[in-house]
């Protein structure tokens, strides 16, 4: 009776095991898409202020990307942000006039700029 008692614990922690090792490896894919969402878009004057929330359970480093029409004109506003799990700010993107409508408001992941050459 003792052996069967081991082996059924046993297989318990290997199943424990398995499935933290499975989750684990499989969140990161599916929460890099859809890490941050958009909650609320504001308008004020020149300012244009976009409240986010990060959704997942790891920190995010992003940049918030604001285009919007001053003068007849698309403009972009890129905002880069920080932001920890569960945690939701309001951003502001500013702009060199009024803004009359906002177009897209969205997130750039991983933005790099071209290494320099060495």
């Known amino acids: 009776m003792r052996n069967r008692m081991n082996s059924s614990r046993l297989s318990m922690v290997l199943a424990v095991a398995l499935g933290v090792l499975v989750m684990t490896l499989g969140a990161p894919a599916a929460e890099a898409a859809d890490q941050l969402t958009v ?18 359970l790891a920190p995010a480093v992003s940049t ?18 920080v932001i920890l799990p569960g ?7 500013g702009f060199t006039g009024t803004v009359t409508s906002v177009k897209s408001v969205g997130f750039k992941l991983n933005i790099s700029d071209d290494p320099a050459p060495i």
Do not use: C, F, H, R
């Not at 604001?66 to 890129?78: K, R």
């Not at 945690?87 to 993107?93: F, L």
């Open 87 to 93: 945690q939701s700010m309001t951003v502001s993107a």
């Open 39 to 56: 909650k609320n878009v504001a308008v004020s004057g020149g300012i244009v202020l976009v409240t986010i929330k990060n959704v997942s």
């Open 64 to 81: 918030v990307a604001v285009e919007a029409v001053v003068n007849d004109t698309a403009i972009w506003s890129l905002v880069p942000v």
